[in-house]
């Protein structure tokens, strides 16, 4: 008997213990898919109830599906598939659906915005073409996962070509209006290209992409770009069809910062490879002459509508911006893009007279990876003038719309940039400023990455007790008292003594450990703490001055949680 129990007891262990791992591994998978969402703009489903991954066809044909989307999504089951497709929130959906279902399904997920692009994977192609027709967004029915993967490409490339971020800006708008991404963008390229990387970002770069990649031949394009990156150009990187443009393309949509300062180093190469292209290829006497060059994507109904109401205003490519000086090649994306029925196909037109402006572009057809275009690549965050908006002959959903390169006179955008720069630490440089600006996105875990960085790297005491004051900020800001304490305390003890006794630094700190105290509940440390940044505020500072008023209402504040409303009104 005690045997019997003894072995349903081993094989209940092992039932729980294969049940765990198998939930723990479904839980890495799903993190894995999670972090491959927030790293590129496209994922592809593939909705089939035949596929079995134990089948030697389905293991090959999702080798060929990953070269071209390494976020691949399988499901044999109709529901699952669309409850998947409801919880994306910020990418575009390639689907592949075989033909047993794709006339159940296709009704109920052709309207989602989600959904970019559908195939038909079948065995009868003439009668899947006839029901298919009804559905714009379906763009093939193939019987040969050769002919899908083609055509699946395209599709991918021309979901990157929409994916890329975009800012408007009506000349009437006050800075607190503005898109963010507008904003960061600008002044994260500025940070970052006063940055000295160094071999070492490179290094932590790879690691983090060996980290998050789970795909075999995208861990191989990882491997070439550590092996080779600078036998390489960065522009040659730039075009590479691997994940290098589409882990930017997506940072920079979505204002992911973490991958954004990762990426740094790449960033402030490509800038800089700009840079002197243009300087060689535009300091001559070709350089004042006027050219047009056009680029061709799809617009979201929004955000066509609010460039239409932005005619006269500014636009941003908050990325590095493709263009070809072929109208026709770039005439094909508007058109692919405006039968979807989702997006407005535009064509940009775009005028560029090189003498006007110091926004750096350069031709690369002969430097890129692929020799196809006549590409002309424009630096991050080139701003625009818009121009006329027209529809193309006949087609609602297609559009002209011509742009002209801001100069370096421009009004609108010098006082634009200049009000920007006041409001994000000017006086500041490099990591610093990086780190204060961090701060300000409310992106506290990567600004504490950074100043534990600079910590290690301090030389001084001064610089020390700057980097704890950040770093009680940012504990304090993510609710983590008893450590911004911690920093704070650090922080004034080093002033205390390399400052003089009124130093207004002191009462800051002093100002900084009471505002903890009151959020941890002890309002007599608090009441304390306040007293003496008033006490060494009135010793430095003229009696009318916004730094001692402050401490005054926060001496207050710390009688009215006391319960002390005569004290507190003394104070107010």
């Known amino acids: 008997m005690g045997n019997l129990i003894s072995a349903a007891a081993t094989t209940f262990s092992y039932a729980k213990t294969t049940e765990l791992t198998s939930d723990l591994s479904?839980?890495?998978?799903?993190?894995?898919?999670?972090?491959?969402?927030?790293?590129?703009?496209?994922?592809?489903?593939?909705?089939?109830?035949?596929?079995n991954?134990?089948?030697?066809?389905?293991?090959?044909?999702?080798?060929?599906?990953?070269?071209?989307?390494?976020?691949?999504?399988?499901?044999?089951?109709?529901?699952?598939?669309?409850?998947?497709?409801?919880?994306?929130?910020?990418?575009?959906?390639?689907?592949?659906?075989?033909?047993?279902?794709?006339?159940?399904?296709?009704?109920?997920?052709?309207?989602?915005?989600?959904?970019?692009?559908?195939?038909?994977?079948?065995?009868?192609?003439?009668?899947?073409?006839?029901?298919?027709?009804?559905w714009p967004k379906i763009k093939g029915v193939f019987t040969d996962i050769t002919s899908v993967c083609e055509a699946l490409k395209q599709a991918a490339h021309q979901c990157e070509q929409n994916a890329i971020p975009i800012s408007f800006m009506a000349s009437n708008k006050k800075l607190d209006q503005l898109d963010p991404s507008f904003m960061y963008t600008q002044i994260l390229k500025e940070i970052l290209l006063t940055i000295n990387f160094e071999d070492k970002h490179i290094k932590e770069f790879i690691i983090y992409c060996r980290e998050k990649f789970a795909d075999e031949n995208e861990l191989k394009n990882v491997d070439e770009l550590q092996i080779t990156y600078k036998s390489k150009i960065p522009i040659w990187w730039y075009t590479?069809?691997?994940?290098?443009?589409?882990?930017?393309?997506?940072?920079?949509?979505?204002?992911?910062?973490?991958?954004?300062?990762?990426?740094?180093?790449?960033?402030?190469?490509?800038?800089?490879?700009?840079?002197?292209?243009?300087?060689?290829q535009f300091n001559n006497d070709q350089s004042g002459k006027t050219f047009t060059v056009y680029r061709g994507q799809g617009l979201s109904k929004e955000d066509f509508t609010e460039m239409t109401n932005t005619k006269g205003g500014l636009?941003?490519?908050?990325?590095?911006?493709?263009?070809?000086?072929?109208?026709?090649?770039?005439?094909?994306?508007?058109q692919q893009a405006a039968t979807n029925p989702d997006l407005v196909g535009i064509l940009f037109v775009i005028s560029i007279t090189p003498t006007h402006s110091t926004a750096p572009f350069a031709s690369v057809t002969d430097l890129s990876c692929f020799r196809t275009e006549d590409e002309v690549l424009f630096s991050m965050h080139t701003i625009f003038r818009i121009g006329d908006i027209k529809l193309i002959g006949r087609n609602s959903h297609l559009y002209k719309v011509n742009l002209t390169l801001t100069s370096d006179s421009d009004q609108d955008l010098r006082n634009l940039t200049q009000r920007i720069r006041q409001e994000t630490f000017p006086d500041e440089e490099g990591w610093y400023r990086l780190g204060l600006l961090l701060i300000k996105m409310g992106q506290f875990t990567k600004a504490q990455e950074i100043y534990q960085v600079l910590l290690y790297q301090a030389k001084n005491e001064s610089d020390k007790a700057s980097i704890y004051h950040q770093l009680g900020l940012i504990k304090y800001n993510q609710g983590e008292y008893q450590e911004a304490l911690i920093f704070n305390k650090k922080s004034l003890a080093i002033e205390q003594q390399s400052l003089p006794f009124d130093h207004p630094d002191l009462a800051s700190?002093?100002?900084?450990?009471?505002?903890?105290?009151?959020s941890?509940?002890?309002?007599?440390?608090?009441?304390?703490?306040?007293?003496k940044a008033r006490v060494i505020r009135q010793q430095s500072l003229?009696?009318?001055h916004p730094d001692l008023a402050s401490s005054y209402g926060n001496i207050g504040n710390a009688y009215v949680k006391m319960g002390d409303y005569p004290k507190a009104l003394s104070y107010y």
């Not at 075989?98 to 296709?106: P, R, T, Y």
């Open 26 to 51: 479904k839980s890495a998978a799903a993190n894995r898919r999670m972090d491959m969402q927030r790293m590129q703009n496209v994922l592809l489903i593939w909705l089939d109830s035949n596929i």
């Open 53 to 134: 991954d134990n089948h030697a066809d389905c293991n090959n044909t999702m080798q060929q599906l990953t070269r071209i989307v390494n976020n691949v999504n399988t499901f044999t089951d109709s529901e699952e598939c669309v409850e998947f497709i409801q919880t994306i929130t910020d990418n575009k959906a390639c689907m592949i659906i075989s033909g047993s279902l794709g006339q159940h399904i296709v009704p109920h997920v052709h309207n989602m915005s989600q959904v970019d692009t559908i195939f038909i994977f079948c065995k009868n192609q003439e009668w899947h073409k006839q029901w298919a027709k009804e």
């Open 240 to 280: 590479w069809d691997a994940f290098l443009y589409r882990m930017l393309n997506k940072a920079l949509r979505s204002m992911n910062v973490d991958v954004i300062v990762r990426m740094g180093f790449f960033i402030n190469d490509l800038q800089r490879d700009i840079q002197r292209l243009h300087s060689e």
């Open 315 to 334: 636009l941003s490519f908050n990325n590095f911006l493709s263009t070809s000086r072929n109208r026709n090649v770039s005439l094909k994306f508007a």
């Open 509 to 518: 700190s002093c100002n900084n450990i009471g505002n903890v105290y009151e």
């Open 520 to 531: 941890m509940g002890e309002y007599q440390k608090a009441l304390s703490s306040h007293e």
């Open 542 to 544: 003229p009696s009318n």
